[in-house]
């Protein structure tokens, strides 16, 4: 099954004569591509001018399919488009009005005089910014690109393709503006000092693609020093979806979860946040390793049992790999019955088909489990009920929600599917509630 591809449009003209598209198919076909969409785009009286999608693994790929196409008689390439870099052309975001400019009285209403009033108002009592400006609906996203996935440290300008995402995901899932902020240090004071400063303008602050062990203490000191939400999603989201996909698995193999032993292999940002969600959540014996003694000790203090390689994986009924490391398991170490989640993107720790051969009774990669589906509702719910913190409990809250929503059979639902944000953001709001949270959020620091 191929893990990554580039998808590149072909504006061809084909000949009326019979076969010219089986050609092309054979041609696509002959050097390893895959056909996918075709489209007409006109229809002549002696040609056709189609737009066919190939898929093709890399640059290089590409470049002998197209080779093969131009070689079939008949048939003429009048050129090409990379879809993703179309998509990308002059970025994904653009800041819209929420409120419309068509009378003179409108620019009185939204600009001055009338602004003046609802200013003073909010220097009297700042908790009016809440209601009266978009802080309610807003996050800032910080990254200085130090490790951003599957590509490690390309640095801050290079990430914000991978911020515009994310920003694009909070509008369209759950209606939240999101601004990408590129902080150009790798000086964890210097990034935290930079966010304090810039924090005023957000209602919650999502951090991204920032190295460890630079995240944790990031994250950690931005909690202790802001009064509103703060996630680093690297951690957090990827151990809410984890842990609903786990909470899916058991169900479907039978296993269960507070009396199971579950081991996770990688102890970086994902891998430690799902350690330590899945001791939160109540899992009696969570077994940790990593090629990092320094990891593994500080896991241990919280609860976990370090162990080796070969012990997590005889011991273990359900085993979680985040370790970027192709390959790393082998089949012969699967014992039957066991869960497997090898997440490393684009190629994981062992192939989900090699695991169920070897007698895993569930096994699934990286590509189910999606933080899109957990950071969304997971601010929305924060910023809805007004919280000054986003807790594990909150975590928790939402993985149950995000299993809920699956399809049987399935351990996680599509993030495309609405009532998945909607059910998270329900769920961290009735939490925050029970822990005493709703309201409590500030715009100051402490």
């Given amino acids: 099954m191929r893990k990554t591809s580039i998808d590149t449009v072909l504006e061809v003209r084909l000949k009326h004569r019979p076969g010219q598209l089986a050609a092309l198919a054979s041609a696509v076909a002959s050097e390893g591509g895959l056909l996918s969409d075709i ?17 093709t693994d890399d640059d290089a790929h590409t470049d002998r399919v197209l080779a093969a196409v131009r070689a079939v008689e008949g048939i003429e390439l009048l050129g090409t488009v990379d879809r993703v870099f179309a998509l990308h052309k002059g970025g994904k975001l653009h800041s819209t009005s929420r409120v419309e400019l068509r009378h003179l009285r409108d620019l009185r209403y939204i600009y001055t005089p009338g602004v003046a009033r609802v200013s003073t108002a909010i220097h009297r009592d700042p908790a009016l910014a809440w209601e009266y400006t978009g802080i309610a609906r807003s996050v800032g996203i910080f990254t200085n ?39 150009d240090t790798t000086d964890v004071r210097e990034f935290v000092d930079t966010v304090l400063r810039l924090s005023p303008t957000f209602g919650g602050i999502h951090l991204e693609d920032i190295r460890n062990p630079d995240c944790y203490r990031i994250e950690e000191q931005l909690i202790e020093r802001l009064e509103k939400p703060v996630m680093h999603d690297d951690q957090h989201g990827t151990a809410t979806v984890a842990l609903a996909a786990v909470i ?19 102890l970086g940002a994902a891998g430690s946040a799902i350690a330590r969600l899945m001791m939160a959540y109540g899992v009696g014996d969570v077994l940790v390793h990593d090629r990092s003694e320094e990891a593994m000790t500080w896991l241990g203090s919280l609860g976990a ?20 490391r192709p390959n790393l398991i082998d089949p012969k170490q699967v014992r039957p019955g066991q869960v497997l989640f090898p997440l490393s993107n684009p190629y994981p720790e062992i192939d989900p088909g090699e695991a169920m051969a070897a007698g895993a009774a569930f096994a699934t990669d990286g590509r189910t489990i999606n933080n899109a589906l957990a950071y969304p509702g997971i601010f929305r ?16 809250a939402a993985a149950r929600a995000i ?38 959020a500030k715009l100051g620091r402490r």
Wanted: proline share 5%.
């Fill in 145 to 183: 690109g130090t490790r951003v996935l599957g590509l490690g440290d390309i640095g801050p300008l290079a990430a914000l393709p991978v911020m515009e995402g994310k920003a694009v995901i909070y509008d369209a899932f759950v209606k939240i503006s999101a601004t990408p902020l590129l902080v």
């Fill in 305 to 324: 049992r370090p162990v080796d390689l070969a012990t997590l994986m005889r011991e273990s009924d359900i085993v979680i790999a985040t370790t970027g």
């Fill in 381 to 396: 719910g924060a910023l809805d009920v007004r919280s000054r913190a986003i807790t594990r409990d909150m975590m928790i």
């Fill in 248 to 266: 899916n698995a058991c169900k479907i193999t039978g296993v269960e979860l507070a009396r199971a032993r579950v081991g996770q292999i990688g």
């Fill in 403 to 440: 299993a809920a929503c699956a399809e049987p059979g399935d351990v996680v639902p599509s993030p495309l599917v609405p009532a998945v944000h909607t059910a998270v953001r329900d769920a961290v709001i009735a939490e925050a509630q029970r822990l005493g949270l709703a309201g409590t």
């Fill in 39 to 55: 489209t007409t785009v006109r229809m002549g009286e002696d040609d056709t001018v189609r737009e066919v999608t190939v898929e």
